[in-house]
């Protein structure tokens, strides 16, 4: 053990294959043999984080490396049937608000800048497109904000998962509406029918208005009646 600030004994050495292979298989078995052992609180960085010199170290040590087949099915099995916590789907999910995600060949997908918003607008189908261009122009509508907040929902009995709603619309008269875009055929699915009941039971506690545009609303530019003034 070195004190803190200096030399570790292993400084400078480096371990020939038979060495390695012997200190993984020790610690594989001890690890067996004490399932849970470095896991949560246990764990001896629990609570701690990398400096950005650590970080930026770690980036640079792992920049260009390929993963093997063979190492790739080792972190599947590793992760596989491994339940994710709450406050991690919550981050996952976070995560992906307003980032371009890739769709199937042949839905149009793009970007365009917003003076009403001042920020890049993305649409991921030729439907969002028309829809926060209309948003864009209409007078009534002072802002809009796509894809603004989560909304968590059950699914199935001891599953919960979280909702992205696709637009967050303000009016002149100070209403607000969420508006999620869907084709006709989708709306009746088993999973849309939990996020839309999930949407609107948050919708009913912090008044705002919740609606589903199909193409056919859409496309009639029958979006909404003039702000009341």
């Given at each position: 053990?070195?004190?803190?600030g200096?030399?570790?004994?292993?400084?400078?050495?480096?371990?020939?294959?038979?060495?390695?292979?012997?200190?993984?298989?020790?610690?594989?078995k001890?690890?067996?043999?004490?399932?849970?052992?470095?896991?949560?609180?246990?764990?001896?960085?629990?609570?701690?984080?990398?400096?950005?010199?650590?970080?930026?170290?770690?980036?640079?040590?792992?920049?260009?490396?390929?993963?093997?087949?063979?190492?790739?099915?080792?972190?599947?099995?590793?992760?596989?049937?491994?339940?994710?916590?709450?406050?991690?789907?919550?981050?996952?999910?976070?995560?992906?608000i307003?980032?371009?995600?890739?769709r199937?060949?042949g839905l149009?997908?793009?970007?365009?800048?917003?003076?009403?918003?001042?920020?890049?607008?993305?649409?991921?189908?030729?439907?969002?497109?028309?829809?926060?261009?209309?948003?864009?122009?209409?007078?009534?509508?002072?802002?809009?904000?796509?894809?603004?907040?989560?909304?968590?929902?059950?699914?199935?009995?001891?599953?919960?998962?979280?909702?992205?709603?696709?637009?967050?619309?303000?009016?002149k008269?100070?209403?607000?509406?969420?508006?999620?875009?869907?084709?006709?055929?989708?709306?009746?699915?088993?999973?849309?029918?939990?996020?839309?009941?999930?949407?609107?039971?948050?919708?009913?506690?912090?008044?705002?208005?919740?609606?589903?545009?199909?193409?056919?609303?859409?496309?009639?530019?029958?979006?909404?009646?003039?702000?009341?003034?």
């Amino acid at each position: 053990m070195v004190a803190k600030g200096g030399i570790p004994w292993n400084k400078g050495r480096s371990w020939d294959d038979d060495t390695k292979r012997c200190i993984s298989e020790s610690n594989k078995k001890y690890a067996m043999e004490h399932p849970g052992i470095n896991s949560g609180e246990n764990n001896p960085f629990y609570g701690k984080k990398h400096s950005k010199k650590t970080r930026r170290r770690i980036s640079e040590a792992n920049s260009g490396r390929k993963i093997t087949e063979k190492h790739k099915r080792q972190i599947s099995k590793a992760l596989k049937g491994r339940p994710f916590t709450k406050e991690h789907k919550m981050r996952i999910a976070k995560s992906f608000i307003g980032r371009p995600i890739g769709r199937p060949i042949g839905l149009v997908r793009g970007k365009f800048w917003s003076e009403k918003n001042h920020t890049w607008i993305h649409f991921r189908s030729s439907y969002e497109n028309h829809v926060f261009s209309f948003l864009e122009k209409m007078q009534m509508v002072v802002k809009y904000e796509v894809e603004p907040f989560i909304i968590p929902y059950r699914y199935k009995y001891d599953n919960v998962k979280n909702y992205i709603p696709d637009v967050l619309i303000t009016y002149k008269d100070n209403s607000k509406e969420l508006v999620e875009i869907k084709p006709t055929n989708f709306v009746d699915e088993e999973i849309n029918d939990l996020k839309f009941k999930a949407a609107e039971r948050y919708c009913k506690k912090n008044d705002i208005k919740f609606s589903v545009w199909t193409e056919k609303f859409i496309f009639d530019h029958n979006m909404r009646s003039p702000a009341s003034i």
